[in-house]
């Protein structure tokens, strides 16, 4: 009952910078958080940032002052916009929306995932 499609990862180079996005779409009647997670290679799934309907932000510590969380909400859109990427940060990264259904049902979804990869 809800999509998310994500878009805008990619390779590149250490130091460089990737925008990613997710749109989502289906039965929504409102959202309130949006985030981003990331899955490296033998590791467990985690928080990358998240913003809730209000505004308020949270990041993990390893991307303070690199990634910026935002979102639109007219478009049901997040994005993570990812500056001076370093290697460490290669991983699948996936959208996770919460929110409720036009039938009041609350959901959580999550993206397909793409992939990310920092070259040194």
């Known amino acids: 009952q809800v999509q998310l499609v994500e878009s805008g990862g990619g390779l590149v180079q250490a130091g460089g910078s990737l925008r990613l996005s997710c749109a989502a779409s289906g039965s929504i009647f409102s959202i309130n958080v949006m985030g981003w997670y990331r899955q490296a290679p033998g590791k467990q799934r985690e928080l990358v940032a998240s913003?809730?309907?209000?505004?308020?932000?949270n990041s993990a510590d390893s991307v303070k002052g690199r990634f910026t969380i935002s979102r639109e909400n007219a478009k049901n859109t997040v994005y993570l916009q990812m500056d001076s990427l370093k290697p460490e940060d290669t991983a699948v990264y996936y959208c996770?929306?919460?929110?409720?259904?036009?039938?009041?049902?609350?959901?959580?979804?999550w993206g397909q995932g793409t992939q990310v990869t920092v070259s040194s």
């Open positions: 996770n929306i919460g929110g409720r259904l036009v039938d009041f049902r609350d959901f959580i979804s």
């Open positions: 913003i809730t309907s209000d505004g308020r932000k």
